[in-house]
């Protein structure tokens, strides 16, 4: 399914390239968390989130690591389950917004870095502490983390293996059986932070 999100013109860069954005809130731009944008230095199309803050090493998938896929936790809107609340995504499927069983049909966007969390822990404006990102929406080439053997050509389509947060391939001629993440472009994975990942073009049901 098609998703279309507030586009931001000009964003304000807190790390000077959204492939590593990575800052605490308050967000010097907080009309931009939940927009989306386009870079030409990169190429890509990205949406600016916030990362929950349980999304740490304890817990079964661990600290979010590059390439891992993002699963919805509040996604506020007209339509949404939770119209309340900020932008929120984690790498955590059980606490995805409609629940571990529906996350691999509730991908919000890829990682590129390894988020901070700061649980427990107020910021400046003495509300809690969170970490906001630019996921991939967009982009050839790009870092996702795979579950097994992939091969060129095929989806990259959610696991839907419990406490994961990767893409299995899925056959050419085949149907998708979750959300596709994009299509992987070499049968070649590598370990990347301990993870197993390989390269794909990203398009995560991204409209204007």
């Keep these: 399914m098609a998703q279309v999100y507030p586009r931001i013109s000009n964003p304000y860069m807190p790390n000077g390239t959204p492939n590593l954005t990575n800052a605490p809130s308050p967000a010097y731009a907080s009309g931009e968390i939940g927009c989306a944008f386009n870079d030409q230095n ?55 917004d409609l629940g571990p069983t529906a996350a691999p049909n509730r991908v919000a966007g890829v990682f590129q870095v390894a988020a901070t969390t700061a649980p427990g822990t107020n910021g400046s404006d003495g509300n809690p502490q969170l970490y ?51 299509i992987w472009t070499t049968a070649t994975t590598s370990t990347l932070n301990g993870i197993t990942v390989g390269t794909a073009d990203i398009n995560v049901g991204f409209t204007d």
Excluded: E
Aim: proline share 8%.
């Design 42 to 96: 990169t190429g890509g199309s990205y949406l600016r989130v916030y990362v929950d803050s349980g999304a740490t090493s304890g817990t079964p998938v661990g600290a979010v690591k590059p390439g891992q896929v993002a699963y919805w936790k509040n996604q506020p809107g007209p339509g949404s389950s939770n119209s309340a609340g900020l932008p929120t995504v984690t790498n955590d499927p059980r606490f995805c």
């Design 132 to 182: 906001y990102v630019d996921l991939i929406l967009q982009k050839n080439a790009a870092t996702l983390a795979a579950s097994g053997s992939v091969g060129a050509g095929q989806y990259a389509t959610a696991n839907t293996t419990a406490n994961s947060a990767n893409c299995v391939g899925t056959a050419v001629n085949t149907a998708p059986p979750t959300q596709p993440v994009g």
